[in-house]
């Protein structure tokens, strides 16, 4: 059982997102200068699910994971979960390509819900995704033990998240943009003046690639690796269900 301050955390969280989801896909193309689309694709590539799997895509937003996953994966179908309902709505109208757009309403079934909780049996996964989200969710262990508990053994559990901005990259620059511009581009645009420097307070706070393979490793998993992308402004961390879960 969480903690009331995680609780409270939580729910801020979900509100904060609720009211900038109808800004969200705009800023995060516009401030990644279009790389997320990018970071998403690497990300799905290390998932391999079965061909006819089932696809966890947690803190699932918009649904850009869970599209990518219908597109690399087309015989797959995706669970796409997350608390705030309004992110989830505003990725319903997006569409996969010409080939597999009609498959998208049987194969992407959304639904609210905790990450510390998940509505689902053990042992049913056959991967799971979590991309920009594992850094909102405290404490961090309660959702890596429902990650376990669901994936089936040998799945894979693939995070996309900022690197710690703790580390200075390219010689400062991006720090800078990090903790003065985005905050100011995000305000402006959505209108809201903490959710951007949230965002940059969260990477800040959160664990450098190496702790956060530490963590995955004492959460049970196996075969951790982790993959920079843009001089570590942004890492893939990929572990296992071990076959043998202890
Ligand atoms: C930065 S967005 C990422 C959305 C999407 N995955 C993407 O790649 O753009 C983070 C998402 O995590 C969700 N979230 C935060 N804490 C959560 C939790 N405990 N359970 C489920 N979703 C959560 C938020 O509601 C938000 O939609």
């Not at 890596?144 to 620059?173: D, H, N, Q």
């Not at 800040?204 to 951790?224: M, N, T």
Request: charge should be positive; aromatic fraction near 10%; hydrophobic fraction near 40%.
């Amino acid at each position: 059982m969480s903690e009331p301050r995680h609780e409270d955390h939580g729910r801020k969280v979900a509100a904060m997102f609720g009211r900038i989801a109808g800004w969200y896909d705009f800023l995060n193309h516009f401030l990644s200068l279009g790389q997320d689309c990018y970071w998403r694709y690497r990300l799905v590539r290390l998932v391999r699910p079965e061909k006819d799997g089932m696809v966890l895509d947690l803190a699932a937003g918009t649904l850009d994971v869970s599209v990518e996953l219908l597109r690399q994966y087309p015989g797959c179908r995706v669970l796409a979960m997350d608390f705030a309902y309004p992110m989830l709505h505003c990725g319903k109208g997006k569409k996969l390509d010409g080939k597999h757009e009609n498959v998208r309403g049987r194969r992407i079934s959304t639904a609210q819900a905790d990450g510390k909780a998940l509505p689902l049996p053990d042992d049913c996964l056959d991967g799971a995704t979590i991309a920009f989200g594992i850094r909102n969710i405290l404490p961090r262990s309660e959702a890596y033990s429902e990650i376990m508990r669901t994936l089936k053994p040998g799945a894979r559990f693939c995070i996309l998240e900022f690197g710690s901005g703790k580390k200075k990259i390219w010689k400062g620059v991006y720090n800078f943009y990090l903790n003065r511009v985005l905050p100011l581009i995000g305000r402006i645009v959505s209108g809201d003046s903490g959710a951007y420097s949230y965002l940059a307070d969260t990477i800040k706070a959160f664990p450098d690639e190496r702790s956060l393979g530490e963590e995955l490793r004492e959460a049970g998993f196996g075969r951790v690796m982790f993959i920079p992308l843009l001089s570590g402004i942004v890492y893939i961390h990929v572990a296992e269900k071990p076959e043998q879960a202890s």
